[in-house]
C-alpha cells in the first residue's frame, strides 16, 4: 500500500499500468470519431450529399450513447480513483446535456427559420427575419407590456398574503381551519378557476357574482367587458389562486422566527407597528424575496386562464406573452415564429430574474 | 346523428307502442313485393329498414354488437368488388377520433365483419378531437405518416391533397358507395384536388339561421319591428336588432335582443360567423371566389363586401347583450340563444338538434330554422361594383366541411394493400351504412340526398314532423346553388385565427374603423400568404375551386 499522496481522500490506491491508460484514450477518443463520422455521414445524407440508406437519426443517438459509455469508462481507466469520482457526475451531466442543451440548440436552429407547418417547402434559415417580425408586431409588444402589469400586481398580492400569513399566524379561533380554507384555491387547477370563476360566476346574466354586482348597485355588470376592467379581473382570479402559496411560505418564515425577538423589542417598549416593521418585517426579508421570485416565474407563465376566459381579448387587453406563443404557434402552425418569440421572453426572463437576484441579495445583506 | 338529438327522440316522443308500430311498419315494408320496385332495390330496401331496427329506435343505445351486426349486414356492396379472404395478411393503420365514444368505436365495430371476410387486419390510432390537428400537422411537416386511412375534415384537404399525400380514388370505389348521392355541395370540387378525387363523405356541415318565432307572435315586439315573419335578408336582420332594443323577451321577461353576433374568438372557427353575414355580400352566384382573387391569393377580406360585414357587426354593438365582447360563439350559442337571450343566431346543425334535446333549453317549442339570411346587394368584384339583384342574393355557409375518410399514399405502392384500404373505406361510406349513422348517435350528420327520404325515418319509428324540422333547413342549404364553399388551402385556419385577433381589435376599439379593421386583416393575411408560399397557394385555391 501507498503511502504518499493524499491519504485522507483516496481509498485505494491506482496503480495505473501505461497500457490502460491508453486503452482508455483510445476507447474515449475512437468513440468521439465514431460519433462525430455518424453524424456528418447523417447531416451529409440530409443535405443530399450522400445516401447511406438511414431513414432516422438513431444512429447518431445510439453513437452518442456509446461515446457516452466510453468517456465515463475511460475515466476510470485513466485516471483511477479519481475516474470513479468523476462518475458520481458526468452521467447526470451527460443527461442534462442531452435534455436540455441539445434541445435549445435546436430550438435556436428553429427559432431563426422561417417554418410554418402548412408551408410545401418546409424550414427555410430566415437569419433574422423573424426578430424583424417581432420587432414590428403590435401583439408581442402588447402582450410583454401586459406582462408588466401583471408582475406589478404581485406587490399588492405579497401585501395580501403576509397580512393573511400575520392573521393565521396570530392567536385566532379556528386557525386550523383558516389555514386549510385559505389553501383550497392553490389546489385547484387553473383550468378549473377558469371555468368555475370566470365563465360561471361571473356570467353576466345568472352568475352569484353578477348578481351580486347588481345588488350592489351595478346596473350592468360586465367583468370582461373593457380593457382595464378585464385585466384586473384576469389579474384578482390569477391572485386568488396564488396568494395563499405565498401566504403559505411567509407563514412558515414567520413561524420560523424566534418568538423572543418580539418579546425583547416589547420590553424595550417597541409598539407594534415597530415591532413589524422594525423586527418582523427585516427578518422575513429572505423568506418574501424567496417567495415573490416564485411567485414571479408563476406569473410568468401565465396563459391558462387567459386562454380559456378571455382569449387574450377584449382586443388584446388581457393577453399573456404565453398565452399570444400559444395561438401563434397552436392555431396557425407558425412554428419558427413562435419558437423565436418564446426564446426571446427566455431571455428576458433570465435577465430580468438575474437583477432581480442580485437586487435580492442587496436588499437581504444584513447592514 | 348526434348523441343528444337521439337521446331526445328516445326520452321524449317514443313510447313502445310507438316502436312496435315502428317495427310492424319495417316489416311490412320488408314484405310488400308489388310496388313495382326491382329486386335489388327491393333488397337494398329491405336491408336499410333491417338495419334501421338495430337495435330499434328507442331500444336504448347501439352497443359494439349492433355495431358489427350492421357492418355485417351491409357487406354485400364488398362481396360484390372483393373475394373471400383476398386480403389476408394485409394489415393496415385507421386514424381517427375517439369523440364521445364514437368515431373509431363504431368503425372498429363496423370493420370487424369485413376484417373476418377480407382477412385484413386493422390497428387503430384513437385520438381526441384537440390533439388530431398537432398530430397531423407533425406527421406531415416531419414525414412522419403513419396510417394508412385517415378520418379527416375537408378543410384539411389542402394540407394533405396538396402536398400528394393522398392516394387518388380508384372508380370501383366510385360506384361502390354511390357518390352521385351526395347532397350539391360534398360532390366535386370538395373531395378532388387538380381533377382528381379522394374523399370517402361520412358528414356534413354547414350553417343555419334558427330564430325565434314567439318574438314574431309577440304583439309588443311586433308593433316595435314590424315584422310578423322571419327575417330573410341581413337588411332586416339588422332593423330588426335595432327595433327591438328596449322590448322584453317574451320568455324570460329579460332584455330582448335580435340577431347575436359572437364578438370573441374561438381557436379560428370564429371567423366562420362574420363569414355568415359576409357570404351574402360577398358570394357573387357568378363567382366561385370569395374569400381571395384566385388569381393573385390578394385578400377580398377588406373589400367592399366584407367591410359591409363588419361594418354590420359594429353598427349592432350598441344593441347586442352587456359584455357582448366576452362571448365566443359557444357562449352565443348554447348561453345566450338556447337558454332565452336573443332572438337569431347562425349556427350549425348542433342549435337546432339541442334546440328541443337538451335540458338547458328554453327555446324549443318557439324555435324555428331557414337557410342564411341573403342580401339585397351583392358585390360584383369583377366590376367593382355592388349589384341589386331581382330577388335577394343567398349564400349559405359550408362552414367546416364535414368529416371524411380518405386513404394515404402509404399503399400507393401495393395495389393488394391499396385495394384493401379502399374497400375498408368504402364499406363505411357505404350508402346503407350512412343511413344508420345519420339515425343512430354517431356522430355524423346526414349528408346524402337519400337520407333525406322521411319515409325511411318515419318507418324506423321517429316523429315526422320532428325529422323533418331537424332536416330541412340542412337540405335547403347543402343543395344551395350559390353555396359559399370553404377553400381548401393549406393553413386556412390560420388565416381564420389571425383575423380573430385583427377583429377583436377593431371590436375593442384599437382600430376606427371596419376598413381598416378589414385592411389590417387583409394585410395579416398577406403575410401568411408569403409564408406558406403565394405560387403554390394560387395554385391550391385554384384547384379547391374546381378552377
Given amino acids: 500500500m501507498s503511502i504518499e499522496g493524499d491519504l485522507l481522500h483516496v481509498v485505494t490506491p491506482d496503480d495505473l499500468s501505461p497500457k490502460r491508460v491508453a486503452f482508455g484514450r483510445a476507447i474515449i477518443w475512437g468513440s468521439a470519431a465514431a460519433l462525430a463520422l455518424v453524424a456528418l455521414a447523417q447531416t451529409m445524407q440530409v443535405a443530399g450529399q450522400l445516401d447511406l440508406g438511414f431513414t432516422t437519426w438513431r444512429p447518431t443517438l445510439y453513437a452518442y450513447i456509446l461515446w457516452a459509455v466510453a468517456l465515463c469508462w475511460g475515466q476510470v481507466l485513466t485516471r483511477g480513483e479519481q475516474g470513479k469520482r468523476v462518475l458520481f457526475v458526468l452521467p447526470a451531466a451527460l443527461f442534462v446535456v442531452s435534455l436540455v442543451v441539445f434541445p435549445l440548440l435546436f430550438g435556436l436552429l428553429i427559432a431563426f427559420s422561417d417554418w410554418n407547418l402548412s408551408s410545401p417547402t418546409g424550414r427555410k434559415f430566415n437569419g433574422l427575419g423573424n426578430v424583424r417580425q417581432m420587432w414590428g408586431d403590435p401583439f408581442y409588444w402588447n402582450a410583454l407590456a401586459n406582462m408588466v402589469w401583471y408582475s406589478l400586481a404581485i406587490i399588492v398580492e405579497y401585501a395580501i398574503a403576509f397580512g393573511l400569513a400575520l392573521l393565521l399566524n396570530a392567536q385566532i379561533r379556528g386557525r386550523k381551519f383558516f389555514r386549510v380554507a385559505f389553501l383550497m384555491p392553490l389546489m385547484l387547477s387553473p383550468v378549473a378557476v377558469s371555468w368555475m370563476i370566470g365563465k360561471s360566476m361571473m356570467e353576466i346574466r345568472f352568475g352569484p357574482l353578477a348578481r351580486l354586482a347588481r345588488a350592489l348597485g351595478w346596473d350592468n355588470p360586465s367583468f370582461f367587458g373593457s380593457a382595464e376592467v378585464a385585466r384586473a379581473t384576469i389579474m384578482m382570479m390569477d391572485s386568488w389562486t396564488y396568494i395563499p402559496f405565498m401566504m403559505i411560505m411567509i407563514l412558515a418564515g414567520l413561524q420560523a422566527i424566534p418568538r423572543e425577538l418580539q418579546e425583547a423589542a416589547r420590553v424595550d417598549g417597541a409598539s407594534a407597528w415597530r415591532g413589524f416593521w422594525e423586527v418582523t418585517f427585516p427578518l422575513m426579508l429572505p423568506v418574501s424575496i424567496t417567495a415573490i421570485l416564485i411567485r414571479l416565474i408563476f406569473k410568468l407563465k401565465l396563459a391558462d386562464i387567459i386562454i380559456n376566459v378571455t382569449s387574450g381579448g377584449p382586443g388584446g387587453a388581457t393577453d399573456s406573452v404565453t398565452s399570444f406563443i400559444f395561438r401563434e404557434y397552436r392555431d396557425r402552425s407558425n412554428v419558427g415564429y413562435g419558437t423565436l418569440l418564446a426564446m426571446v421572453y427566455l431571455v428576458l426572463i433570465v435577465i430580468a430574474m438575474t437583477i432581480l437576484m442580485k437586487l435580492a441579495e442587496r436588499w437581504t445583506r444584513p447592514r | ?547
Fill in chain 2, 1 to 547: 346523428m348526434k348523441v343528444e338529438l337521439y337521446n331526445h327522440v328516445v326520452r321524449s316522443g317514443l313510447t313502445r307502442r310507438r316502436l312496435m308500430q315502428g317495427a310492424a311498419s319495417i316489416g311490412s315494408l320488408a314484405a310488400m313485393g308489388g310496388l313495382g320496385l326491382s329486386r335489388s332495390a327491393l333488397a337494398q330496401d329491405d336491408v336499410r329498414a333491417a338495419i334501421l331496427a338495430i337495435p330499434g329506435v328507442g331500444a336504448g343505445s347501439p352497443t359494439d354488437a349492433d355495431w358489427q351486426k350492421v357492418g355485417e349486414m351491409t357487406l354485400a356492396a364488398t362481396r360484390a368488388n372483393v373475394a373471400e379472404g383476398e386480403f389476408a395478411g394485409v394489415e393496415l393503420t385507421f386514424m381517427g377520433l375517439n369523440n364521445q365514444n364514437l368515431h373509431n368505436f363504431l368503425f372498429r365495430g363496423f370493420l370487424k365483419p369485413w376484417e373476418a371476410y377480407t382477412g385484413a387486419k386493422i390497428n387503430w390510432i384513437d385520438l381526441a378531437q384537440a390533439d388530431y390537428n398537432p398530430r397531423l400537422q407533425q406527421a406531415i411537416a416531419t414525414g412522419t405518416v403513419d396510417f394508412d386511412i385517415i378520418e379527416m375534415g375537408a378543410p384539411f384537404e389542402g394540407d394533405t391533397a396538396s402536398k400528394g399525400l393522398l392516394d387518388e380514388m380508384p372508380d370501383w370505389v366510385k360506384a361502390q358507395i354511390d357518390m352521385d348521392d351526395y347532397v350539391g355541395y360534398l360532390k366535386a370540387p370538395v373531395g378532388t384536388w387538380a381533377g382528381k378525387t379522394y374523399r370517402i363523405s361520412i358528414d356534413g356541415d354547414c350553417h343555419t339561421f334558427a330564430y325565434r318565432k314567439d318574438y314574431l307572435s309577440d304583439a309588443a315586439i311586433s308593433a316595435a319591428t314590424g315584422m310578423t315573419e322571419a327575417p330573410t335578408t341581413w337588411q332586416q336582420v339588422q332593423a330588426f336588432s335595432n327595433a327591438v332594443k328596449g322590448q322584453k323577451d317574451p320568455l324570460t321577461g329579460l332584455d330582448a335582443y335580435g340577431f347575436l353576433d359572437p364578438l370573441k374568438g374561438w381557436g379560428g372557427f370564429g371567423f366562420y360567423f362574420l363569414e355568415d353575414r359576409a357570404s351574402a355580400y360577398a358570394k357573387h352566384p357568378d363567382d366561385p371566389a370569395w374569400l381571395f382573387d384566385p388569381d393573385t391569393m390578394k385578400p377580398r377580406v377588406n373589400n367592399p363586401a366584407w367591410v359591409q360585414a363588419i361594418q354590420d357587426v359594429m353598427d349592432t354593438m350598441p344593441v347586442l347583450p352587456p359584455d357582448q365582447i366576452n362571448a365566443d360563439p359557444g357562449t352565443t350559442a348554447f348561453q345566450q340563444f338556447l337558454a332565452g337571450t336573443g332572438a337569431m343566431i347562425c349556427w350549425w346543425g348542433d342549435v337546432g338538434s339541442m334546440a328541443r334535446t337538451s335540458d338547458s333549453s328554453v327555446v324549443g317549442d318557439v324555435v324555428g330554422f331557414s337557410i342564411n339570411p341573403g342580401s339585397d346587394k351583392v358585390y360584383n368584384t369583377k366590376t367593382a361594383a355592388w349589384e341589386t339583384p331581382a330577388t335577394p342574393n343567398f349564400a349559405p355557409n359550408m362552414a367546416y366541411l364535414g368529416w371524411g375518410v380518405y386513404v394515404t399514399n402509404r399503399v400507393s405502392g401495393d395495389e393488394k394493400k391499396r385495394k384493401a384500404a379502399w374497400s375498408a373505406a368504402a364499406h363505411l361510406g357505404g350508402k346503407d351504412l350512412s343511413l344508420w349513422m345519420a339515425a343512430y348517435p354517431s356522430g355524423f350528420q346526414p349528408y346524402r340526398n337519400s337520407h333525406f327520404n322521411f319515409d325511411e325515418w318515419q318507418a324506423a319509428g321517429y316523429d315526422r314532423a320532428f325529422v323533418e324540422d331537424y332536416l330541412g333547413s340542412n337540405a335547403d342549404s347543402y343543395n344551395h346553388p350559390n353555396a359559399a364553399i370553404e377553400p381548401r388551402i393549406p393553413g386556412i385556419f390560420q388565416y381564420y385565427s389571425v383575423a380573430e385577433d385583427e377583429l377583436a381589435k377593431g371590436f375593442g376599439g384599437t382600430y376606427k374603423s371596419a376598413q381598416e379593421t378589414a385592411d389590417a386583416i387583409a394585410a395579416a393575411w398577406e403575410k401568411i400568404t408569403d409564408q406558406i408560399g403565394r405560387d403554390s397557394q394560387i395554385a391550391l385555391y385554384k384547384a379547391s375551386l374546381g378552377m
